[in-house]
C-alpha cells in the first residue's frame, strides 16, 4: 500500500510564477490536509479538504493561495503569483473517511523562489 | 496563538541517556501526538495519546499526557544516534493538528 505521494519533490519558481504542488492520499483516504513549514519552524495548517470539499480553509493566506481536491485525481496546491516569502516546504496529510486520528504524511514538496 | 509550545528548543544528550521532551498547549484537545522529523525529510507519526488516556508506550518511547495542565511529555530512553532528528507535539481538536515548534534532539555518540 503507498504512502502518500506528493510531486514534485523539488520546485523552483520564479517572482510571480505560478506553482502547483501535487498530493495523492493513501489508497482508501478520502481526507487531504495540507500544511506549511518555513525554515526551522513547525508546521502550520492551511486547509483541509475532502472529495470536491473544502472544509476547513482557516490557514490559508487570503490571496493567491487555491486548494482542490477533486473528484478524480490528486489534491492540487495552487500557488499564484509567487514571492519570496512563499519558500517554504509544503507538507500534504490524508487520514482515512471514518474513525481514527492519525494522519499520514508525504514526504513534501520544497518550493524555492527565486 | 493557537499553537503548541515545546521545550526545550534544543536538546544535546551522549547516546545511552534519556531524553524528555514536554510540550504545553491552550485548548481542549481530542487527542495528542507526536512526530519526528529527520533534516530535510518528512514526518513520521510515533505515537498518539488520546485525551482520555494519561500514558502511553511504544517501544523506548513513553508519552504522558495531563490535560488539567494541559501539558504533554515524550521520553525517549536508552537513545542512540539514529534518534537524531527534530521532534513535534501535535495536538487534534477536530480535524486538523496543531504543531509545537519542535525540539531539536542531537545524540552525541
Known amino acids: 500500500n503507498a504512502g502518500v505521494m506528493q510531486n514534485p519533490r523539488h520546485l523552483v519558481r520564479r517572482r510571480g510564477q505560478e506553482a502547483r504542488l501535487r498530493c495523492s492520499p493513501m489508497?482508501?483516504?478520502?481526507?487531504v490536509y495540507w500544511y506549511r513549514q518555513l525554515p526551522e519552524e513547525g508546521l502550520k495548517f492551511m486547509v483541509y479538504l475532502q472529495k470536491e470539499n473544502i472544509i476547513d480553509e482557516s490557514g490559508m493566506p487570503k490571496e493567491r493561495f487555491s486548494a482542490e481536491f477533486p473528484k478524480e485525481g490528486p489534491s492540487i496546491l495552487r500557488i499564484q503569483q509567487v514571492v519570496r516569502g512563499d519558500s517554504a516546504a509544503y507538507f500534504c496529510?490524508?487520514?482515512?473517511?471514518?474513525?481514527?486520528?492519525?494522519?499520514?504524511f508525504g514526504p513534501g514538496t520544497r518550493l524555492t523562489v527565486t | 496563538s493557537q499553537q503548541g509550545e515545546e521545550d526545550p528548543q534544543a536538546l544535546s544528550i551522549q547516546e545511552g541517556e534519556n531524553a524528555t521532551m514536554n510540550c504545553s498547549y491552550k485548548?481542549?484537545?481530542?487527542?495528542l501526538q507526536w512526530y519526528r522529523q529527520n533534516s530535510g525529510r518528512g514526518l513520521v507519526h510515533l505515537i498518539l495519546?488520546?485525551?482520555?488516556?494519561r500514558e502511553k508506550h511504544s517501544g523506548r518511547l513513553r508519552v504522558t499526557l495531563d490535560t488539567s495542565k494541559k501539558s504533554s511529555s515524550l521520553l525517549i530512553t536508552a537513545s542512540r544516534a539514529a534518534d537524531t532528528a527534530s521532534y513535534f507535539c501535535?495536538?487534534?481538536?477536530?480535524?486538523?493538528?496543531?504543531f509545537g515548534q519542535g525540539t531539536r534532539l542531537t545524540i552525541n555518540p
Open positions: 485548548t481542549s484537545i481530542n487527542n
Open positions: 495519546i488520546r485525551s482520555n488516556e
Open positions: 496529510a490524508s487520514s482515512p473517511p471514518t474513525g481514527g486520528y492519525e494522519q499520514y
Open positions: 501535535a495536538f487534534q481538536g477536530a480535524q486538523k493538528l496543531v
Open positions: 489508497k482508501g483516504h478520502s481526507h
